[in-house]
T-cell receptor, first 114, second 113 residues
Framework: AQSVTQLGSHVSVSEGALVLLRCNYS??????LFWYVQYPNQGLQLLLK??????LVKGINGFEAEFKKSETSFHLTKPSAHMSDAAEYFC????????????FGSGTRLQVQP | NAGVTQTPKFRVLKTGQSMTLLCAQD?????MYWYRQDPGMGLRLIHY???????AKGEVPDGYNVSRLKKQNFLLGLESAAPSQTSVYFC????????????FGSGTRLTVV
């Protein structure tokens, strides 16, 4: 069975500081990994995904994530936080099984201080 | 605009009432999903469908039923609402491959009193 653990339900950074949101996964087969962002009172929007190939994945809004198989991790980073990055972020894993459903982590709320 | 449309956006129900949430997508996606979102718990899968006329249970199906009579629509029903079903409900759809992400609807905020 697949699962996702997001360390830290709340992360606070100063504007211009590095953003690091942690995600570890468990999967019995090679996973597909995703990061989604949710702004207040909105649905979820895809930030980036890892499927195969390059382990450093670039997404929208300056975010990137690195797949590390040996650490079963897929941490999300952004070099310089902007006030508009304040949102909730979800890591998710998918397996190429029949239902092909995503399993989500519990989410990390990012706060950006001026 | 192409995407996933959920109706209604908000609803307040009394305990024991029934209702149906509608999800419609115009992207010809085969796979459709219903999730509920609760604080600190992320999104949990209620039911899903891998094609027209098929449905299956997810992790938290109790108290819900679904139907997918047409490929573009996926209905979530609550036969007898309970306060524990107070949540935000999201519908999502995807193209066939597991390497594709979801397209999400904007959600339905349901309160059961």
């Amino acid at each position: 069975a697949q699962s996702v653990t997001q360390l830290g339900s709340h992360v606070s950074v100063s504007e211009g500081a590095l953003v690091l949101l942690r995600c570890n996964y468990s999967s019995s087969v090679p996973p597909y990994l995703f990061w989604y962002v949710q702004y207040p009172n909105q649905g979820l929007q895809l930030l980036l995904k890892y499927t195969t190939g390059a382990t450093l994945v670039k997404g929208i809004n300056g975010f990137e994530a690195e797949f590390k198989k040996s650490e079963t991790s897929f941490h999300l980073t952004k070099p310089s936080a902007h006030m508009s990055d304040a949102a909730e972020y979800f890591c998710a894993v998918s397996e190429d099984t029949g239902r092909r459903a995503l399993t989500f982590g519990s989410g990390t709320r990012l706060q950006v201080q001026p | 605009n192409a995407g996933v449309t959920q109706t209604p956006k908000f609803r307040v129900l009394k305990t024991g009432q029934s209702m149906t949430l509608l999800c419609a997508q115009d992207m010809n996606h085969e796979y459709m999903y219903w999730y509920r979102q609760d604080p600190g718990m992320g999104l949990r899968l209620i039911h899903y469908s891998v094609g027209e006329g098929t449905t299956a249970k997810g992790e938290v199906p109790d108290g819900y039923n679904v139907s997918r009579l047409k490929k573009q629509n996926f209905l979530l029903g609550l036969e007898s609402a309970a306060p524990s079903q107070t949540s935000v409900y999201f519908c999502a759809s995807r193209y066939g491959g597991a390497n594709y992400g979801y397209t999400f609807g904007s959600g339905t905020r349901l309160t059961v009193v």
